[in-house]
């Protein structure tokens, strides 16, 4: 039984889920980053600085916006195959002596959500980015694209539906705000929720109850199980993504801009996302629109 995913009756919070900070190789410490994201809008960001599981709730400083722990890992599996890995989460007792599996097993049991990071900056096959049961994929990557051109992994997350349809997919900034990796707010995600807090953000993250994006913005997400509405900021197209060659589109090259589109998600299709794409080619996706059941929250491990 397939329900919708999304219930856009809350509020929607902007966020960032990858960043560094002068606790690992960023530039800014943890009051400036909070000043200048919140100065853009944005209200949570998550702590992902290399191998340092943050603690958010021993910072006894006041920030303008809500931090939530989290950790970036790195490093080859057994077979060489080399990944960095984003864990949202309170964890500890990780380090590198013990090893990138191992480490992404003990955050996983205490209760960490796992992000394949960066895959086609890193080169990663596709069987590397279905091997581990990874709950999210960074679709885009701010860094990556300024760094060199490798901040799309669309492909890999297409690849990674195909055979978990519950894969959910993200943008990022993974700033790092020194002169060598000056971007920031420039991926980031959208939840919706009744409030802001760190247990509801964590809860819209885990049902992806949110979208990515790089520009636009839904307004609401309406999906019944077999129709799904947008209300969408001005957008020159509108696509509902399925698998393989499947898709439906609204929007022309030529024609007016526009600010909502209706689909009829086909029920042979193994999972459908909807993008949008204003006229800068910026876009903006939800994830997976349709999902087993309202109360399945269990991993794919
Ligand atoms: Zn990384
Ligand atoms: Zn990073």
């Known amino acids: 039984m397939q329900t919708s995913r999304y219930d856009t009756s809350g509020r929607w919070y902007k966020g960032n889920v990858h960043l560094h900070s002068t606790a690992s190789d960023g530039g800014r410490t943890f009051a400036e980053i909070a000043a200048m994201y919140a100065g853009a809008g944005y209200h949570f960001l998550f702590r992902t600085d290399?191998?340092?599981?943050s603690d958010v709730a021993a910072d006894p400083a006041e920030y303008p916006l809500l931090w939530l722990d989290g950790i970036e890992l790195d490093g080859e599996d057994h077979g060489g195959s080399r990944y960095h890995v984003v864990c949202l989460g309170k964890v500890a007792?990780?380090?590198?002596?013990?090893?990138?599996?191992?480490?992404?097993?003990?955050?996983?049991?205490?209760?960490?959500?796992?992000?394949?990071?960066?895959?086609?900056?890193?080169?990663?096959?596709?069987?590397?980015?279905?091997?581990?049961?990874?709950?999210?994929?960074?679709?885009?990557?701010?860094?990556?694209?300024?760094?060199?051109?490798?901040?799309?992994?669309?492909?890999?997350?297409?690849?990674m539906l195909d055979r978990f349809p519950e894969t959910l997919g993200l943008a990022v900034d993974d700033a790092h705000i020194r002169p060598e990796h000056p971007g920031w707010n420039g991926g980031w995600i959208m939840i919706n929720a009744p409030e802001l807090s760190p247990e509801s953000v964590r809860a819209a993250l885990r049902a992806g109850n949110y979208y990515s994006s790089c520009g636009p913005e839904f307004s609401t997400i309406e999906c019944d199980g077999t129709q799904?509405?947008?209300?969408?900021?001005?957008?020159?197209?509108?696509?509902?993504?399925?698998?393989?060659?499947?898709?439906?589109?609204?929007?022309?090259?030529?024609?007016?801009?526009?600010?909502?589109?209706?689909?009829?998600i086909p029920p042979n299709w193994a999972y459908a996302y909807l993008e949008i794409e204003d006229a800068q080619g910026r876009r903006a996706w939800t994830n997976p629109l349709l999902r087993k059941n309202s109360d399945d929250t269990a991993s794919k491990a």
């Open 50 to 53: 290399h191998w340092v599981a």
């Open 93 to 159: 007792g990780l380090s590198r002596d013990m090893g990138l599996v191992a480490a992404m097993e003990a955050a996983r049991a205490q209760g960490a959500f796992l992000v394949l990071a960066h895959p086609t900056w890193m080169g990663n096959s596709q069987d590397d980015a279905t091997r581990y049961g990874f709950d999210a994929v960074e679709a885009y990557n701010h860094v990556c694209r300024w760094l060199n051109g490798k901040g799309d992994a669309f492909v890999y997350w297409q690849m």
């Open 228 to 264: 799904v509405t947008v209300e969408t900021s001005p957008v020159q197209f509108a696509r509902l993504v399925g698998p393989g060659w499947s898709g439906q589109r609204e929007g022309s090259f030529e024609g007016s801009l526009l600010a909502a589109a209706t689909f009829e």
